[in-house]
């Protein structure tokens, strides 16, 4: 069974940074692009950023564009989500998501995703 498993999140100030990252297993990571999404209370499933499966290429939601950075390492089966300048609006829980082949901004194409990890940024 396939697994997402997120990490790395908590409680930071206002203008801090965190590093999420989210392990997969028992799925081929490198013929996956991978997303990270974010839900806050009373708000819907939202975008925030993508990376192709093998070339490295990012798209980001232009409310973290600047701040937040995409990686992967496919020899690790890892995603991380460098968040940088947090603001009190980025809290939410953050989830990891798999879409086989192309990347894309729509959580409704992924395929697998992880149970998510909480932010909260306190102003």
């Known amino acids: 069974q396939v697994q997402l498993v997120e990490s790395g999140g908590g409680l930071v100030q206002a203008g801090g940074s965190l590093r999420l990252s989210c392990t997969v297993s028992r799925l081929t990571f490198g013929t996956y692009a991978m997303g990270w999404f974010r839900q806050a209370p009373g708000k819907e499933r939202e975008f925030v950023a993508t990376i192709s499966r093998s070339d490295g290429t990012t798209d980001y939601a232009d409310s973290v564009k600047g701040r937040f950075t995409i990686s992967r390492d496919n020899a690790k089966n890892t995603v991380y989500l460098q968040m940088y300048s947090l603001k009190p609006e980025d809290t939410a829980v953050y989830y990891c998501?798999?879409?086989?082949?192309?990347?894309?901004?729509?959580?409704?194409?992924?395929?697998?995703w992880g149970p998510g990890t909480q932010v909260t940024v306190s102003s």
């Open positions: 998501a798999a879409k086989w082949g192309l990347r894309d901004p729509l959580a409704r194409k992924y395929d697998y």
